[in-house]
């Protein structure tokens, strides 16, 4: 199971790299519990659902010309989908670049993405996926 869940992220990153929500969406559970760094719906604990997730790529549209999530490493803890990479950014307007290392969490259950999950460090992630702290 643990090498089919890494697939299904896979393609979600490269559904997102891509701006293709109609290849991601099917990726996604329909009550998705989507947690980017960046948005309005932060700070009350993120997006959920596919209307949350199209939400978010719209906000992201508005400041972002260029959003590329970048994996290089992934590893499987239970149904967990720990990712180690970067994103690379380049602002609408001011045209500005940036590539920043992120770690992400991403559980699959049933062939589903349930939960993704984006943190600022490898430690966070690791956190988040119950494998220290």
């Known amino acids: 199971m643990s090498q089919s869940n890494v697939e299904i992220v896979r393609k979600s990153f490269a559904a997102i790299a891509e701006g293709d929500l109609d ?21 009350r604990g993120g997006y959920r659902g596919h209307a949350g997730v199209r939400e978010y790529f719209a906000e992201a549209a508005e400041l972002w010309e ?26 609408r307007t001011s ?3 940036s590539d920043d290392p992120m770690a992400w969490v991403i559980t699959v259950r049933d062939g ?3 939960r993704h999950h984006v943190c ?14």
Do not use: W
């Open 23 to 43: 290849r991601l969406l099917p990726l996604y559970d329909p009550d998705i519990d989507f947690r980017p760094l960046t948005g309005t719906r932060v700070e």
């Open 112 to 114: 589903k993405i349930v």
């Open 120 to 133: 600022r460090t490898q430690e966070e992630a690791l956190e988040a996926a119950g494998m220290q702290g």
């Open 95 to 97: 045209k500005v670049e």
């Open 66 to 91: 260029d959003l590329r999530p970048i994996a290089d490493t992934m590893q499987t803890v239970g149904d967990h989908v720990i990712v180690f990479g970067h994103c690379s950014f380049r602002g």
